[in-house]
């Protein structure tokens, strides 16, 4: 897919529940990269705090375990529980935080052959170099749905209300707000179903490809 030597680097973005990681995990799969879901680097910190049962507003020790993070350890099973996603968004609005984890996903996509990054500023802060920058998102509405299929035990209102808190304190903080970079392309996945959206995607980055040759 990328020829012998080439560097490939695919930033992803958009809110909870977009579709962004399946999309992240598939492009990945096709054009033969590592996958970093960055939400999972949040999500392990706020796991790490959670689990001692210690503050999740105490920047200085939040800092402490993110730099004692290992990239190559994180379990999505455990890291993915439904609670976690919430104060994950709490301990991402803490710079210091977010410098150790970037400096360490930094570190991920620049060893070759490059690598498909899904979060909330790879495009705007992580890799504001990457060669293709997509922007996924969908109607609140449609991702509460997604969210309660995969989580039946929360009901859909819960989860609706979950997601405009999430949404509101993705976009609304300071450090590494939430939003498209200039040069992403959006793609919005109300009406789209995984292939549907795999497929938009290939295109646009196979266009990319094709002006590098
Ligand atoms: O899977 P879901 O979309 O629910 O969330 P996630 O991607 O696992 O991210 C959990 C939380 O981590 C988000 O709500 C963000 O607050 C934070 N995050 C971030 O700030 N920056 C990233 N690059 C990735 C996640």
């Known amino acids: 897919m990328i020829g012998a030597g080439d560097m490939l680097v695919i930033a992803i973005d958009g809110p909870a ?8 995990r598939r492009l990945a799969d096709h054009y033969g990269l590592p996958h970093l879901d960055t939400g999972l680097t949040y999500r392990a910190v706020a796991h790490a705090l959670l ?11 939040a800092e402490q375990v993110a730099e004692a993070l290992d990239l190559g350890a994180l379990d999505r099973d455990r890291l993915s529980e439904y609670g976690v996603g919430e104060a994950a968004s709490r301990v991402a609005v803490m710079p210091a935080v977010r410098r150790v984890l970037v400096e ?15 979060g909330r500023d790879i495009g705007t802060v992580v890799c504001p170099e990457a060669d293709v ?22 009901s859909y209102d819960d989860v609706l209300a ?22 992403a392309h959006l793609l919005d996945t109300t009406e789209m179903d995984i292939e549907a959206a795999f497929q938009a995607a290939k295109s646009l980055i196979d266009d990319r490809l094709a002006t590098r040759t």
Not at 17 to 23: D, E, H, N, Q
């Open 162 to 183: 979950d997601i405009a808190r999430r949404d509101a304190r993705d976009m609304g903080r300071t450090d590494s707000p939430l939003k498209p970079a200039d040069d």
């Open 104 to 118: 360490k996903q930094r570190t991920f996509a620049s060893t070759p052959p490059g690598a498909v990054l899904d």
């Open 17 to 24: 529940a977009s579709g962004k990681g399946t999309l992240a």
């Open 51 to 61: 689990i001692e049962d210690l503050s999740l507003d105490d920047e200085r020790l």
């Open 133 to 154: 920058k997509l922007y996924v998102t969908a109607s609140p509405e449609a991702r509460a749905l997604r969210r309660h299929q995969d989580a039946p035990e929360v």
